[in-house]
């Protein structure tokens, strides 16, 4: 779950500094391309600015639209649901007295591991 969250915000925040990201780019290429000028290596023609700041735009938006579908289509294995897949037909009872058996457990081999 927290992978999935910092992949959104990392979306967001693309898309939030789309054009400062775009600008420092095409700064840094244009710095690249006059180094490589002087040593005799042409480049192909750079693209535009607004080119390049709509296509940051368009991947920042993919990206978070891509992690909201996943936070949303594997939301209860994100949020912490370790149960077996297997085991998903069972009453809710059962799941709540293995979730439970399992939590513990893991509880126990925690606190057995420290000295």
Do not use: C
């Not at 600008?23 to 600015?49: N, T, V, W």
């Not at 594997?74 to 939590?103: E, F, H, K, M």
């Amino acid at each position: 779950m927290i992978v999935e969250l910092a992949r959104l915000m990392f979306g967001l925040i693309i898309v939030l500094f789309h054009r400062a990201i775009a600008d420092f780019i095409l700064h840094q290429e244009q710095h690249l391309a006059a180094l490589l000028s002087q040593r005799g290596i042409k480049l192909p023609e750079f693209p535009s600015h607004q080119f390049a700041r709509n296509l940051y735009f368009v991947i920042g938006v993919l990206v978070a639209v891509i992690s909201m579908a996943r936070i949303y289509l594997d939301g209860p294995d994100l949020l912490g649901d370790r149960l077996d897949r297997a085991v998903r037909g069972l009453p809710p009872a059962t799941l709540l007295l293995s979730s439970a058996r399992i939590r513990l457990s893991s509880l126990g081999l925690m606190l057995a591991s420290y000295p």
